[in-house]
C-alpha cells in the first residue's frame, strides 16, 4: 500500500512549494523578486520549474536556496528535491554538450580569419613605410645640389 506522505511528496517540486509558501506569506511575484534581485519573471520560471528557461540555468540551484531562505524554509528539503528533478533531466546536458562541440568547430574558422585580418594589416603598414620613404630620399637627392639665390635671379633677368 502507498503511503499518503510518499504520495504527496511525489505531486512536490521546489517550485510548487515556493510558490505556496509565497501566497501563505503574502508576497506577490514581482516582490519576491524584487527582494531577491532577480528578473521580473524569474520568480514564476523558478515556482514553474523551468530552469531551463532561466538566462543563466547553471545558477538556479542557488536561485532556490536564495528563495527558500528569503521564504524562511528549510533549505536541505527543497534542495534534495531540486537535485532529483535536475537529476532526471539529463537530456538537457546533453543538448548544451553538443552545442558546445558545434561552437569549437566555428573557432577555426575565426582562428583563421583573424590570421588573414592579421597579414592584411602586417601588409599595409608595409606598404604605408615604403610610401613614405620615397619623398624623404626625394627630398635628399634635390639637397644635394644647393641653388644660389642670387645666381637664380641674375639668371632670370638676362
Not at 520568480?43 to 528563495?67: K, N
Not at 606598404?127 to 626625394?138: D, F, K, L, M, V
Request: charged residues 25%.
Amino acid at each position: 500500500m502507498i503511503d499518503g506522505a510518499t504520495q504527496l511528496d511525489a505531486f512536490n517540486t521546489p517550485g510548487l512549494l515556493l510558490k505556496a509558501a509565497r501566497e501563505r506569506q503574502g508576497y506577490s511575484e514581482r516582490e519576491a523578486a524584487d527582494r531577491l534581485n532577480l528578473m521580473p519573471d524569474y520568480v514564476g520560471i523558478i515556482e514553474r520549474d523551468e530552469y531551463q528557461a532561466l538566462r543563466s540555468p547553471s545558477f538556479a540551484r542557488g536561485y532556490v536556496r536564495a528563495y527558500c531562505r528569503l521564504l524562511e524554509l528549510d533549505e536541505s528539503l527543497l534542495l534534495s528535491l531540486f537535485d532529483e528533478l535536475q537529476g532526471s533531466s539529463s537530456e538537457v546536458t546533453k543538448r548544451i554538450e553538443t552545442q558546445s562541440l558545434q561552437l569549437h568547430r566555428t573557432g577555426k574558422g575565426v582562428v583563421i580569419g583573424l590570421g588573414i585580418l592579421f597579414l592584411l594589416v602586417l601588409a599595409l603598414w608595409w606598404w604605408g613605410n615604403e610610401s613614405a620613404a620615397e619623398p624623404a630620399s626625394a627630398v635628399s637627392k634635390l639637397s644635394m645640389y644647393p641653388v644660389d639665390a642670387a645666381s637664380r635671379v641674375a639668371g632670370d633677368s638676362t
